[in-house]
C-alpha cells in the first residue's frame, strides 16, 4: 500500500517537521515549562511558609510549655522558619501586649497573636490576633498543635487508660479506595484528576500543534505551485496519504516523547517531583497504550480535515479564518472533557466517551478516573474507526478536487457537490 | 522510435468546455511546441499529459498503448507557475524530486552537481531555496525536471522570468536534450522561441487545436503569400492596397500578408514608387508569429 512515492513523502514530511525548530522547541518546552509550573508553585508555599513572628500567650504555665514543646517537635521535624515567643500572661496582660504593639501586628512585624486561656481546656476556645483575619497559613499550621497540647491537657487531668488516651489523640485516617471491575485500588482521587487534566490538555495541544501546521504546509504547496511538480510523479491520494502519515509521526513521536516524565511521575522515579509525593498516579499499560493509540485515530482524523482545509483555499488567510467549524471539533470536546473530570460517570461524560471527534479527548479522561466498561471502550475504538474511515475519504475527495484549483474560495455548497459526485 | 499521441482529449471546467477534443502526435527527437495565447488550455492539456487532471473523455497513449505509472517514471515537468519548498536545502530539494521518481539520489548526485556548475549554482547548493533568487529558484526547477534523465519532458512557459544569459544556457540544454534523442514538449506564448526551436508545433485557440504537424510544413502552407520586410519610411498606403490583406507592423520590421494570387513583385515596385527605404525584403518567409497572429488574432 506504502509505496516508493509515499515513502518518499512520508521522509520528507518526518524531517521537515521533527527537525524544525518550532517542534523541538514544543516537544522540549512542555514538559520544561510543566516543571516550572510545579516548581514555582512550592517556590511560592516556600514564601508563604517562611519567616512567620508568632507570639504565644497561655494562662497556665503548663500548657504554655506544651505548646513549646509541640512546636518545637514540629519545627524539629520540617523547618518551618517560624519565630515564636512564648510568654505565660493572663487577659489582662495580654490586652496590654495588644494595645502597645498594635502597629507591629498591623504592620506584619508581628504576624499572630495567639492567646490560649485557661478555660479553653474545657470549652476548646482559643483567640487569634492578626492583620489579616483571611490569612489561613499561619493558623491552619497551629491550629492541630493547639487542639493537641489542649486534648493532652485535658486528658492527663482524668486518670484515663492509656489506650482510650492513644484513641483520643488519633486523627480519622481516610484511606481512598477507588473501586474497579478487577479488584480495589488504593488510590489518590487527586492524582487521578491531575493525570486526566493533563492528558486533556495534551490531545488538545497536540492535535492542535499537529493539524494547523500541516494545514498551513498544504496550503503553502498549493500556493506555491509546488504542488504541480509532486503532482506530475506522484497520485493526489499519494501524497495525501503521505504528508498525513508523516505529520502523524511526528505528532507521534512528539507526545510519546511527552508522555515519559508523566510515566516517571507515576512510577515514582522522577526525584524533582518529590514535592508531590503524597499524589499518587494509577497508570498502568494498557492505558498508556489506549491513549497513544487513540491519539493516533485522532490525530490521522484531523490531519485528513485540515489538509482538505489547506487544499481548498488560494491563501493561508482564507484557510485560516475558515477553520472556526472544525476547530470547535476539538475545542468543544476539551471543555467537556474538562467537565468530565468532576464526574466521569455523568451522562454526558458517558454519551461524549463515544461520540466521533468527542470521544478522542473524553475517553481518556474517563478512563484514568474510572474502570471504564469494556463495551465502552470497543464502541468508542469503533465510532473514531469509522469517523477516521468517512473523514479520509471525504476530505480525500476535497484534497484530489481542489488541490490544483484556484480562483475564487468554495463556498460550502461546491464542498457538498464535490464529496456527493466524486 | 517512440511515439506520443494525444487523442481527442476534453475537458470540461463546470459549464467551460476547456479543451475540446484536442489530438496530436509527438515523435522521439524532437522538440514540439504547444502554442497559444493566454488561458488557451495550454496547461491543461499537459496536466492532463502528465495525469495531473484526468480528460473527461479521449486518452494518452505511447507507441499505441495507454499510458501507465512506468510512464510518470520516465516524464518530467516543469510547471509554469513556479514553486519550491522554501525551507529546504537546494541538494535536499533535488534529493526529494529524485525519491518520489525512485531514484536514489547518490545515483544522480555528481550529474546533480554538474547542473548545479553549468547553472553557476553550484556554491549555493547548500543554500536554502528561500535564499534563491526567483530566477535561480527556476534554475532549480529546471535541473530538477531532468535530472532523472527522463524519456520525456514536458516544459510549460520554460523561459518566462530567465535572463537573456540563462535563457541561452537553457536553449543550449534543450537542444542537447532533443540531440540525445528526448521527446521534449513545451508550451510558450513567446513565439520567437517556439520559431527558433520547435521541429512540431500544435497551437490551441479556445480551446480548440487549429493548427497541427511539422513547423516547416505549416511555414509553407501560410508563406506563398507573406514578405518580411525590414524597412525605412511610410508603409501606411499598403493598409488601403486591395492586394494586401494584413500589415503586421513593428515599426522598423513588418509582415505583410497578400491574398491569394497576388504578385509579390507588385509590392515591391510600390514599395519603391512610394520611397520606402528597403532593409530587408523576405518574400515567402513568414515567421510563427504571423502566423499565430492570423490564426489566434482573428477575433481581437
Not at chain 2, 491543461?44 to 473523455?57: F, H, Y
Not at chain 2, 499598403?238 to 494570387?261: C, F, K, R, W
Amino acid at each position: 500500500m506504502i509505496n516508493y512515492r509515499t515513502k518518499a513523502i512520508i521522509k520528507r514530511e518526518v524531517i521537515q517537521q521533527i527537525f524544525s525548530k518550532r517542534f523541538i522547541f514544543a516537544t522540549l518546552s512542555l514538559p520544561v515549562f510543566m516543571l516550572i509550573v510545579f516548581g514555582l508553585q512550592f517556590l511560592f508555599m516556600s514564601f508563604e511558609g517562611g519567616g512567620d513572628s508568632l507570639r504565644v500567650f497561655a494562662e497556665e504555665q503548663n500548657t504554655l510549655e506544651l505548646l513549646q514543646s509541640q512546636l518545637n517537635d514540629i519545627e524539629n521535624e520540617n523547618p518551618i522558619d517560624l519565630d515564636v515567643i512564648y510568654q505565660q500572661s493572663n487577659r489582662e496582660a495580654l490586652g496590654v501586649f495588644i494595645a502597645s504593639n498594635r502597629d507591629a501586628i498591623l504592620d506584619g512585624d508581628i504576624n499572630g497573636v495567639l492567646f490560649v486561656p485557661a478555660t479553653a481546656l474545657n470549652d476548646k476556645q482559643v483567640i487569634f490576633y492578626s492583620n489579616n483575619a483571611g490569612n489561613q497559613n499561619l493558623l491552619n499550621r497551629i491550629r492541630a498543635v493547639v487542639n493537641t497540647v489542649v486534648l493532652n491537657s485535658y486528658v492527663n487531668d482524668r486518670n484515663m487508660d492509656d489506650d482510650i488516651i492513644d484513641f483520643v489523640r488519633m486523627n480519622v485516617s481516610v484511606q481512598n479506595i477507588r473501586l474497579t471491575e478487577s479488584g480495589t485500588i488504593d488510590g489518590n482521587a487527586g492524582g487521578q484528576q491531575a493525570i486526566a487534566v493533563f492528558f486533556n490538555i495534551l490531545l488538545y495541544i497536540s492535535l492542535l500543534m499537529v493539524a494547523a501546521p500541516a494545514m498551513a504546509a498544504v496550503n503553502e504547496e498549493k500556493v506555491s505551485r509546488v504542488v504541480e511538480i509532486v503532482l506530475s510523479s506522484v497520485s493526489p491520494a499519494e501524497l495525501m496519504a503521505g504528508k498525513i502519515v508523516g505529520s502523524a509521526i511526528a505528532g507521534f513521536t512528539q507526545m510519546f516523547i511527552w508522555l515519559i516524565p508523566v510515566v516517571l511521575v507515576a512510577s515514582g522515579s522522577l526525584p524533582l517531583l518529590m514535592v508531590l509525593s503524597d499524589i499518587e498516579i494509577q497508570l498502568n499499560f494498557s492505558m498508556l497504550v489506549y491513549f497513544l493509540l487513540n491519539y493516533l485515530m485522532g490525530v490521522l482524523t484531523f490531519l485528513s480535515i485540515f489538509s482538505a482545509f489547506g487544499a481548498m483555499f488560494d491563501n493561508p488567510q482564507d484557510a485560516q479564518s475558515s477553520m472556526f467549524p472544525v476547530m470547535m471539533l476539538i475545542v468543544v470536546p476539551f471543555f467537556l472533557a474538562f467537565s468530565v473530570v468532576n464526574n466521569p460517570t455523568s451522562m454526558l461524560g458517558v454519551v461524549g466517551s463515544m461520540l466521533p471527534f468527542f470521544s478522542i479527548l473524553v475517553m481518556p479522561v474517563r478512563m484514568v478516573l474510572i474502570d471504564v466498561p469494556l463495551w465502552q471502550f470497543a464502541v468508542a475504538v469503533l465510532v473514531n474507526l469509522a469517523t477516521l474511515y468517512f473523514v479520509v475519504l471525504l476530505c480525500g475527495k476535497i484534497y484530489r478536487f481542489t488541490i490544483l484549483m484556484t480562483g475564487k474560495n468554495p463556498s460550502w455548497k461546491e464542498i457538498y457537490k464535490w464529496m456527493r459526485y466524486s | 522510435m517512440s511515439e506520443l499521441e494525444v487523442r481527442q482529449l476534453n475537458k470540461f471546467f463546470g459549464k467551460l468546455h476547456a479543451v475540446k477534443d484536442v489530438s496530436f502526435n509527438v515523435s522521439e527527437g524532437a522538440i514540439f511546441g504547444l502554442i497559444g495565447r493566454n488561458g488557451a488550455g495550454k496547461t491543461t492539456t499537459l496536466r492532463m499529459m502528465m495525469d495531473i487532471i484526468g480528460p473527461d473523455s479521449g486518452e494518452i497513449l505511447l507507441d499505441g498503448k495507454p499510458v501507465g505509472h512506468e510512464f510518470r517514471r520516465r516524464i518530467s515537468y516543469l510547471p509554469e507557475e513556479r514553486g519550491l519548498y522554501k525551507k529546504m536545502k537546494v541538494m535536499d530539494i533535488l534529493n526529494f524530486f529524485m525519491e518520489i521518481k525512485g531514484i536514489k539520489p547518490a545515483a544522480v548526485k555528481n550529474k546533480a552537481l554538474a547542473y548545479l556548475d553549468q547553472f553557476q549554482l553550484l556554491d549555493r547548493k547548500d543554500a536554502k531555496i528561500e535564499d534563491l533568487s526567483k530566477g535561480n529558484q527556476q534554475k532549480i526547477q529546471f535541473i530538477a525536471a531532468i535530472l532523472s534523465d527522463p524519456d520525456f519532458i514536458i516544459l510549460d512557459e520554460p523561459f518566462s522570468g530567465l535572463d537573456p544569459v540563462n535563457t541561452n544556457i537553457l536553449k543550449s540544454i534543450i537542444i542537447d536534450l532533443k540531440q540525445q534523442g528526448k521527446m521534449i514538449i513545451f508550451s510558450t506564448h513567446l513565439m520567437d522561441f517556439a520559431d527558433k526551436m520547435c521541429d512540431q508545433i500544435a497551437l490551441i485557440h479556445q480551446g480548440e487545436l487549429v493548427l497541427n504537424g511539422a513547423l516547416k510544413d505549416i511555414k509553407k502552407q501560410y508563406s506563398g503569400r507573406n514578405i518580411s520586410l525590414v524597412y525605412e519610411g511610410d508603409i501606411s498606403f499598403l493598409d488601403e492596397n486591395p492586394m494586401v490583406e494584413a500589415v503586421h507592423d513593428y515599426g522598423n520590421a513588418t509582415g505583410i500578408s497578400l491574398y491569394q494570387g497576388e504578385d509579390i513583385q507588385k509590392v515591391l515596385q510600390l514599395l519603391i514608387a512610394h520611397k520606402v527605404v528597403i532593409k530587408k525584403f523576405d518574400a515567402n518567409e513568414i515567421s510563427l508569429q504571423e502566423i499565430f497572429l492570423k490564426v489566434a488574432g482573428e477575433d481581437d
